[in-house]
């Protein structure tokens, strides 16, 4: 699939800041807990969430995006691509299992925050620029 930078920005910033809000706790959910963390921090966990979910993205396949419309995926072409990237890991059932099912939730995450696609011959660029 052809992903836009904006979008692959989004769609790993979206994700990481789910597992930001896992990893400092109950007290702080969502963005309040992304912005308690250093800016070196949330670079380490973008650079983490980031290796895990866009080598999935780039690996979905083509779809056709009308202007207006967010990107669907069925379940199977998620898994399939989670499993074509995941690759031999050579540890035991039961932990691939953990990963993959953990690859599909930060992915499923990452898809759900992708913004709308714009149409390209609609853009209106202000005199100012």
């Known amino acids: 699939m052809r992903f836009t930078e904006h979008e692959l920005t989004v769609a790993v910033t979206a994700a990481a800041k789910v597992v930001a809000a ?10 309040a807990a ?6 070196l921090d949330r670079y380490h966990l973008l650079e983490a969430v980031g290796s895990q979910v866009l080598p999935v993205l780039l ?7 009308p202007a207006g419309t967010r990107p669907t995926f069925t379940d199977a072409q998620i898994a399939a691509a989670v499993e074509q990237t995941l ?5 035991g059932r039961l932990r691939q299992k953990v990963a993959v099912a953990a690859r599909l939730t930060l992915v499923r995450t990452a ?13 209106i660029v202000p005199d100012s620029l």
């Open 87 to 91: 690759g031999e890991s050579g540890v």
């Open 59 to 65: 690996a979905l396949p083509d779809v056709e995006v």
């Open 22 to 31: 896992g990893k400092v706790g109950r007290r702080a959910k969502g963005e």
């Open 111 to 123: 898809l759900a925050q992708l913004p709308v696609r714009q149409d390209p011959d609609a853009l």
């Open 34 to 39: 992304w912005e308690s963390m250093s800016k």
